[in-house]
T-cell receptor, first 115, second 117 residues
Framework: KAGVTQTPRYLIKTRGQQVTLSCSPISGHRSVSWYQQTPGQGLQFLFEYFSETQRNKGNFPGRFSGRQFSNSRSEMNVSTLELGDSALYLC??????????????FGPGTRLLVL | AQKITQTQPGMFVQEKEAVTLDCTYDTSDPSYGLFWYKQPSSGEMIFLIYQGSYDQQNATEGRYSLNFQKARKSANLVISASQLGDSAMYFCAMRETAKTSYDKVIFGPGTSLSVIP
């Protein structure tokens, strides 16, 4: 089975621009979560989608948004980029949503640099 | 509120020796899952091991074992026979089953492990 894939792997943008990141979950997985990882803040939860519905959201401004398609693929969008948005963005998928024992499997991440 | 604490920012271990990475957590939910992930310098998070709050036995997965002490809210990762490829960041994580949490997993700050030849 193919793992979680994320595109692009690397991205350089300038302040004020917007960016869209893509995540394809493991086949059969319906839940997709997004995380932001920075040296200062560590791993922070952005949001989670299940069956095209956002089920949970972290404490991020409205510039961060996402969506999930009927094939479970997910995209996240960041508008009006700021320098502080430079980070590794990780996507994780799991089969269902809400069970304590459900393991999340992560993709390789997208490294975003905002200049 | 959930909280994961990893008190060891960095650790060194001699190759072939065992090492314990500490993790304590805080939750009021009686049902929860604890996970350990490894993140090499490439950035990908690799799932290592899982322990459920109701599991009677400590989880083991190859060279990884989890020392679960529920009363102390502790879930330490033990790596036996360390290898050079074990050098990485290690994250402890927890998921609660409360309905408002859904698939939200909280991660600790991580421990950087360096294996010395």
């Amino acid at each position: 089975k193919a793992g979680v894939t994320q595109t692009p792997r690397y991205l350089i943008k300038t302040r004020g621009q917007q960016v869209t990141l893509s995540c394809s979950p493991i086949s059969g997985h319906r839940s997709v979560s997004w995380y932001q990882q920075t040296p200062g803040q560590g791993l922070q939860f952005l949001f989670e989608y299940f069956s095209e519905t956002q089920r949970n959201k972290g404490n991020f401004p409205g510039r961060f948004s996402g969506r999930q398609f009927s094939n479970s693929r997910s995209e996240m969008n960041v508008s009006t980029l700021e320098l502080g948005d430079s980070a590794l963005y990780l996507c994780a998928s799991s089969q269902t949503s809400g069970r304590a024992g459900e393991t999340q499997y992560f993709g390789p991440g997208t490294r975003l640099l905002v200049l | 509120a959930q909280k994961i604490t990893q008190t060891q920012p960095g650790m060194f271990v001699q190759e072939k020796e065992a090492v314990t990475l500490d993790c304590t957590y805080d939750t009021s939910d009686p049902s929860y899952g604890l996970f350990w992930y490894k993140q090499p310098s490439s950035g990908e998070m690799i799932f290592l091991i899982y322990q459920g709050s109701y599991d009677q036995q400590n989880a083991t997965e190859g060279r990884y074992s989890l020392n679960f002490q529920k009363a102390r809210k502790s879930a330490n990762l033990v790596i036996s026979a360390s290898q050079l490829g074990d050098s990485a960041m290690y994250f402890c994580a927890m998921r609660e089953t409360a309905k408002t949490s859904y698939d939200k997993v909280i991660f600790g700050p991580g421990t950087s492990l360096s294996v010395i030849p």
